[in-house]
């Protein structure tokens, strides 16, 4: 069954730590995106990438790195420089330039501080 | 920079009746609306796409209609249930990345 599983599903980081979040698809998408999700507010986007080692920031880049080295995996690094990192993440992907297609998401990651 | 603004942000209908949720976006220029559900603690799922050069698209109990030049979509759930209860999400592609700008939301919920 083709999807995007993203892991863990809650996460805890301690300050000063880098932590990473972890999604895959198997779904044969070029696209790969990653948002966050306030309580109550829509989401915003953090880093997309259209393909294979390339990738762009979104509107909320700072505090957070991304790398796509292969196809099917995007993780996404939360810095100790995101000062304010507790949220929801969610990834999401697509078939780039088909604007007939959705994007898909994920389950989602809940990070949170100690 | 575009957007999107969900008018209600919350709403609370009893089971069987039929209701609108509002979307507005700031700039026309879009390549596609999107509508999406949210379960709480969830990801999102796809309920309908509206390409541009669309009016409106229907898939079952839901009729999603877009107004490009006014800025504005509405989204129809007939005959609402309880299992409709859920936070719907609209989104718009726009921009030379062809990105997403999403809404906050509209919590939906149904009474039996």
């Known amino acids: 069954d083709g999807g995007i599983t993203q892991s863990p599903k809650y996460l805890f980081r301690k300050e000063g730590q880098n932590v990473t979040l972890s999604c895959e698809q198997n779904l044969n998408h070029d696209a790969m995106y990653w948002y966050r999700q306030d309580p109550g507010q829509g989401l915003r986007l953090i880093y997309y990438?259209?393909?294979?080692?390339?990738?762009q920031k979104g509107d909320i880049a700072e505090g957070y790195s991304v790398s796509r080295e292969k196809k099917e995996s995007f993780p996404l690094t939360v810095t100790s420089a995101q000062k304010n990192p507790t949220a929801f993440y969610l990834c999401a992907s697509s078939i780039y330039n088909d604007f007939n297609q959705p994007q898909h998401f994920g389950d989602g990651t809940r990070l949170s501080i100690l | 920079k575009q957007e999107v603004t969900q008018i209600p942000a919350a709403l609370s209908v009893p089971e069987g009746e039929n209701l609108v949720l509002n979307c507005s976006f700031t700039?026309?220029?879009?390549?596609?609306l999107q509508w999406f559900r949210q379960d709480p603690g969830k990801g999102l799922t796809s309920l309908l796409l509206?390409?541009?050069?669309?009016r409106e698209q229907t898939s079952g109990r839901l009729n999603a209609s877009l107004d490009k030049s006014s800025g504005r979509s509405t989204l129809y759930i007939a005959a609402s249930q309880p299992g409709d209860s859920a936070t719907y999400l609209c989104a718009v592609a726009s921009g030379s990345a062809r990105q997403l700008t999403f809404g906050s939301g509209t919590q939906l919920t149904v009474l039996p």
């Open positions: 700039d026309s220029a879009i390549y596609n």
């Open positions: 990438s259209q393909i294979v080692n390339d990738f």
């Open positions: 509206i390409q541009s050069s669309q």
